[in-house]
């Protein structure tokens, strides 16, 4: 395929050249190479005509300024995907290819776009779609549901949908990555004698062993009662943090039967470590 020639350069003018100078080049090439007085000459023809296409290209204002931004492809019949552009600097000449901005790559034009697409061969339509949750993903979790996204511009293939996830918080279960802990509130004399308490889980309510004598802030370790790994699957922990409450209002009876058991000592209790210790021991959070 012949590569057609700068019209300017068929001219022989300049990209400033005004329409009287282009006029002028054009008379001078077709008095030259006019078909009338070259009779069987091939290459005078050939001449005549590519001149008579430049000129017919940069004497109409509209055309010359579409042909000064995207060179051939602006103005020849049929168009296509994409326009070549040149440019000249002080290298010379650079010429660039990008889309064509009419027909968007395409390479053509619809006379009667359709009303609903305007042309672009897709529209928007909301569906349902079912996700399959795994186990043990969490708040910022994403799903990538292929084919699913935004259809492909005139035919191209669709993209991807996303699905970010947010994890509804359980009213009684904090976690923390794969561990899960439950704060377990208790009363004076279930901590200094023990007791069985049914507490939630992952897997339903169990029972635990409170052993007598557990302190405010001492934590008990259910292995394998957390969270699963999302990509192995395998569980973590359930940590059970022990919190003692202490009664407001105690009546005269029980006030004398604390008094009894002693400990008003006017000293303060030796704890070997307070509750935010043990809760930073119990679920490794320095390390």
Known sequence: MAVKRDYYEVLGCSRQASPDELKKAFRKIAM????????????????FKEASEAYAVLSDTGRRRSYDMFGHAAVDTGGGPAVRRAQQSIFGSIVTQITCPTCGGAGRLLKSPC???????????????????????????????????????????????????????????????????????????????????????????????????????????????GMPDVRGGRRGDQYVLVQLVVPKDLTVEQKAMLRKVGGLTGKPEKVSKGFFEKLRDAISLDG
């Open 32 to 47: 030259e190479s006019h078909p009338d007085r070259n009779p069987d000459d091939p290459v005078a023809a050939a001449r």
């Open 115 to 225: 009303t609903l697409c305007r042309g672009q061969g897709r529209t928007t339509i909301t569906r349902r779609l079912a996700v399959r949750i795994p186990a043990g993903v969490d708040t910022g979790s994403q799903i990538r549901l292929s084919g699913e996204g935004e259809a492909g511009i005139r035919g191209g293939p669709p993209g991807d949908l996303y699905v970010v996830l947010r994890v509804k918080p359980h009213p009684h279960l904090a976690r923390r990555d794969q561990n899960v802990i439950y704060e377990l509130r208790v009363n004076i004399v279930q901590a200094a004698l023990g007791d069985r308490i049914e507490i939630p889980t992952l897997d339903g309510p169990v029972e635990i062993a409170i052993p007598a004598g557990t302190q405010h802030g001492q934590s008990f370790r259910l292995a394998g009662k």
